[in-house]
């Protein structure tokens, strides 16, 4: 309340001030009559009693919203505990998206492969630059060793964004790496079918090696978009037994990519018990009907034939009969 107190007088000190040079820059009174100045002192005295108290409610006026709209806002919110932690999820969400938003700007100073690699050493990753077999890291100091403008001849050829929380949105900085031919996502929990969709169509025709180790929200949808990459050469995935028909799906990866190596997969292992189980069961259920389509595929043959031998036997008898009859 003091410092309301305090700042109130401040505003009403500097307000009272400017009214004064006003009223000191006017134009000279001498010549007014007596009824003209009472009118005058008049009328200073309104429009100064008027100047305090709107200065008073202008200090009082929020800048931003008031606590009454914020508490009226928080009124229509369920304040349970999973809706507070939803909210606070979607907070940290937002920011972790906002921090990670493709500013055109640095794009335009250093060049699409600097870009990106400012970006993910920023944040943990780390790169290789085309003829250096050295991986460029943030320093201790935690500034990023590469050159703050576009440099030509600077391109990445393999980048590493393990254990980092790049977001879908992210992969926006990641675009036009002509030399890329590597991607590590090793442990990156928030990579889901999503990116891998976007890596796979952006470098479909370049990417040789691909890491997506322990990325638990990626799942056999995802993991079909990985036959786009023609010049895949090394594809590792250990760690993703979340997904229960792994061993199939890369059996078809390496139909669909000739020389494709799949790491961390071993593609002989059986099935799970309760997999069999359900094919057993399937192939139990689709056996009987086998059984009646037989049956009744064979009905009408039966009865054809049974209608053959009738006609065969009635004839012969039939001829029988005659020479009988002629002999009489």
Sequence with gaps: ??????????HLRRHLTVLRRQLASGANH???????????????????????????FELLKPKQASTVELLQRFNTMKFSKEAVVEFLEDKVKENRVLQQRFIEERHQILGFDLAAAHFIIARGGRVRLQGDPRWVTRSPEGSVPLPGRYTHGMYVEELDASGTEIVYEGLENFIRLSKLRALYLRDCPFVDDWCVDRVCGEYRHTLQHLDLSGC???????????????????????????IRILPYICLLLEDAIPGLEIRGVDVLQPPPDDMLAAAESQSQLE?????????????????QSQSSDATQSGSASEGQSKPGSTAT
Excluded at 1 to 10: I, T
Excluded at 34 to 50: F, G, T, Y
């Design 287 to 303: 056996a009987p009907g086998g059984d009646q389509s037989d049956a009744a595929a064979q009905a009408p043959a039966d009865a």
């Design 216 to 242: 638990r929200r990626v799942t056999e949808t995802g993991l079909e978009g990985v036959a786009q990459l023609k010049e895949l050469k090394t594809l590792t995935l250990e760690r993703m037994d979340h």
């Design 30 to 56: 001498d010549n007014e009559s007596p009824s003209q100045r009472e009118r005058r002192i008049m009328d200073e005295e309104e429009k100064r009693h008027s100047l305090e108290f709107y200065s008073v």
């Design 1 to 10: 309340m003091l410092g309301l107190r305090c700042r109130s007088g401040r």
